[in-house]
């Protein structure tokens, strides 16, 4: 199967435990939105299950070896680095390096897989533009156009929508969404509850080193669960446009 | 864009070698002096064509493309468009070797001596970085071993000049650290040629995980970079490299600042084109650098290193001065 399976997991930093004994199974065609608050650990499990970290346990993807994995899940860190002023084409086109033989240029195919990476989030108009000269939220675009180009089973985000307007946030949501629902396993960490409700098909919620919650989001996105995890009360409403998940204040 | 860059730093070098076969206080006529090479059909003329000219202009090419791709590779590798080759420690650790030859008398004794203890020192300097920020360590712990190793041998050097027995000694040793082509046999064109041919060979292979490193280390690693091997074959690289360069030639400073820097921006800012590009535009600059030495100054030994720097630094200040303008810094 390809997707993501924790087993017993745990990832220290210096002497205490960030993440204990956690065991996760997602599979293709899930949207999961990672929730927590800050510190949760939310950026470490996924990074410790991407073999960038060490842990203890198992984790499916850091058991493969690492031209595997970089054909198995594509992985957009939070920080947005782009060290050079390459053009926005060149930089997503760095997302098929996994996939180029030594030596080998890229083929047909992976100039396919480049030009629909630029038309899924809509850069057309930005093909030649320099990447480092762009907004904020435009970078943060061609990042995630890049690891689409990677073209792999797993896709894994660290906040991706931290820092774009609300059309773009949507946009990208739907556009994750559209990736799980053509059979990919998408795992998104995120902080707007608004977002995650609507547009994950499960959420999992970080707190104090384990797994609060697991559930699809109407089950998971509960008053007693926002107040114990993360201090706040919440309008949630059922309505025509999906479930609304507004936080209204804090407790305390 | 790249290939056409390529084609025409190519053509700059060999017209730059010839011309540099060309320059020099013989005075020979230029048919004379390449029949002379080619053909060995003149004693003296011969001597000085294949003994004194060719192993120089073979030097400036050697040397510039050592110093050149170096500092693209370390520029790629940390993602910081002020690394340069010296960063690590190489060149001050061979500079230190080369000194204490010098200063033993060793360098008199036989003419390879001396850049043999310069790669000894380059070799001792990579042994010491390597245990320092091994195959764990990231690139700021690479930075910080490279300028404590730099300050510890130029401590080392300044102590050598300074217990110097005499004045003659100190000046031969101040005159070597400076850089210079000048003297070179065939000798020392076979010295450097391998490790400088095995360190090309090494950092050019490595053009595609400079690429993905635009993206940062964590990026890098998950798209199938091996980051303590890349790090392995980089400092390895760049030592066989600088060490080389500099046991021949001394300490020879700007050039694997500099010529990354000019060509980026025709390069598209692709790391992976950038390290042939900027092999053969240092070799372009220190073709030029060599070729000026001889004409500007041709009664005094005007020394490479020195017009290097005289150049290259107010070329460096322009160009931050034009990046800043355009916003890119």
């Given at each position: 199967m390809t997707g993501l399976t924790l087993t017993d997991f745990s990832v220290a930093r210096?002497?205490?435990?960030?993440?204990?004994d956690i065991s996760l199974s997602i599979g293709p065609g899930e949207c999961v939105g990672l929730l927590g608050p800050n510190g949760a650990g939310k950026t470490t499990l996924m990074r410790g299950a991407l073999g960038l970290m060490k842990h203890r346990g198992r984790s499916s993807l850091s058991d493969l070896p690492l031209q595997t994995r970089a054909k198995t899940v594509a992985w957009l860190p939070?920080?947005?680095?782009?060290a050079w002023p390459v053009s926005v084409e060149t930089l997503i086109a760095l997302g098929r390096l996994p996939h180029l033989a030594p030596g080998a240029k890229p083929s047909t195919a992976d100039q396919a897989a480049i030009d629909s990476a630029i038309a899924r989030m809509g850069l057309e108009g930005f093909r030649?533009?320099?990447?480092?000269?762009?907004?904020g939220g435009e970078q943060a675009r061609v990042l995630i156009a890049r690891a689409l180009a990677q073209a792999t089973p797993v896709l894994m985000v660290d906040e991706?929508?931290?820092?774009?307007d609300p059309a773009h946030q949507i946009t990208l949501m739907q556009t994750l969404a559209t990736e799980a629902t053509g059979g990919r396993c998408v795992i998104t960490s995120m902080h707007d509850l608004g977002l995650a409700a609507r547009f994950c098909t499960r959420l999992v919620v970080l707190s104090r080193g384990g797994v609060a919650a697991d559930g699809p989001p109407h089950r998971v996105l509960t008053p007693e669960m926002l107040a114990d995890v993360f201090q706040i009360r919440a309008h949630i409403a059922q309505t025509e446009h999906g479930p609304i998940v507004q936080p209204v204040g804090v407790i305390g | 864009m790249g290939r056409g860059l390529v084609a025409g730093l190519l053509a700059l070098v060999a017209g730059l070698f010839a011309a540099s076969l060309l320059?020099?206080?013989?005075?020979?006529a230029p048919v004379q002096a390449l029949s002379a090479l080619i053909w060995g059909d003149a004693l003296a003329e011969t001597l000085v064509m294949r003994e004194i000219r060719l192993p120089r202009a073979i030097l400036a090419v050697l040397v510039g493309a050592a110093l050149g791709l170096a500092g693209a590779a370390m520029q790629g590798y940390?993602?910081?468009?002020?690394?340069?080759?010296?960063l690590i420690g190489v060149s001050g650790s061979a500079a230190l070797g080369a000194v204490l030859a010098l200063q033993t008398g060793l360098a008199a004794a036989h003419v390879l001596a001396l850049p043999f203890a310069a790669l000894s020192g380059a070799v001792l300097a990579v042994l010491i970085i390597l245990a320092l920020?091994?195959?764990?360590?990231?690139s700021i712990t690479l930075i910080l071993a490279g300028i404590a190793v730099s300050a510890l041998a130029g401590a080392l050097t300044s102590l050598v000049l300074n217990l110097s027995p005499n004045p003659f000694a100190a000046s031969e040793i101040v005159f070597w650290m400076m850089g210079s082509l000048q003297d070179r046999s065939m000798t020392h064109v076979w010295l450097a040629a391998p490790f400088i041919g095995l360190g090309a060979v090494v950092l050019l292979a490595q053009g595609r995980k400079f690429d993905a490193l635009t993206l940062g280390e964590d990026a890098a690693v998950s798209m199938g970079v091996h980051l303590g091997r890349l790090r392995l074959t980089l400092v390895l690289g760049v030592a066989s490299m600088v060490g080389a360069a500099t046991a021949v030639a001394g300490a020879i400073g700007f050039v694997g600042l500099v010529v990354p820097h000019i060509l980026r921006p025709l390069v598209g800012a692709r790391p992976s084109v950038l390290l042939p590009a900027s092999a053969l535009g240092g070799a372009v600059l220190v073709l030029m650098a060599d070729i000026a030495v001889r004409v500007i100054l041709p009664t005094r030994d005007l020394k490479l290193g020195v017009l290097t720097a005289i150049v290259g630094a107010p070329l460096f200040l322009h160009l931050i001065y034009k990046t800043r303008a355009q916003g890119q810094l």
């Open positions: 210096g002497p205490c435990d960030v993440l204990r939070q920080a947005r680095e782009i030649d533009r320099i990447a480092t000269q762009l907004s991706p929508a931290a820092g774009l | 320059v020099g206080p013989a005075g020979l940390l993602r910081n468009p002020l690394a340069e080759p010296g920020a091994g195959p764990r360590g990231g």
